[in-house]
């Protein structure tokens, strides 16, 4: 099983970056997918989490109104469109899947059943 993040790169304030989340080896149906971010010196946080109906979606305080999850499951891909860019937004971003379909959005929020993670791709925003 393996998840790998494409669509990092470097970005002026107010642009837009597109990251997509690929899964190989196994199906994305029906399981909930989480976005995090670790900036350099910070803690990894959640950015944001979509259901595996794709019908609920939750995202992190200081993403919501820019950022949008959503999922393509015929692709076996989820992505996250990033729009309204800040400096603060800069980090490594990555992509997880719980062990389990049962697991909801909260438990993905709060950490719970994570232990396949992408390797990250990285968001730079700065002029």
């Known amino acids: 099983w393996q998840l790998v993040e494409y669509g990092g790169g470097l970005v002026q304030p107010g642009g837009s970056l597109r990251l997509s989340c690929v899964a190989s080896?196994?199906?994305?149906?029906?399981?909930?997918i989480g976005w995090f971010r670790q900036a350099p010196g910070k803690e990894r946080e959640w950015v944001s989490c979509?259901?595996?109906?794709?019908?609920?979606?939750n995202y992190a305080d200081s993403v919501k109104g820019r950022f949008t999850i959503s999922r393509d499951n015929a692709k076996n891909t989820v992505y996250l469109q990033m729009n309204s860019l800040k400096p603060e937004d800069t980090a490594f971003y990555y992509c997880?899947?719980?062990?389990?379909?049962?697991?909801?959005?909260?438990?993905?929020?709060?950490?719970?059943?994570?232990?396949?993670w992408g390797r990250g791709t990285l968001v730079t925003v700065s002029s």
């Open positions: 080896g196994f199906t994305l149906d029906d399981y909930g």
């Open positions: 979509i259901s595996g109906s794709g019908l609920s979606t």
């Open positions: 997880t899947i719980p062990t389990t379909e049962a697991a909801t959005c909260d438990d993905i929020e709060r950490g719970r059943y994570l232990e396949l």
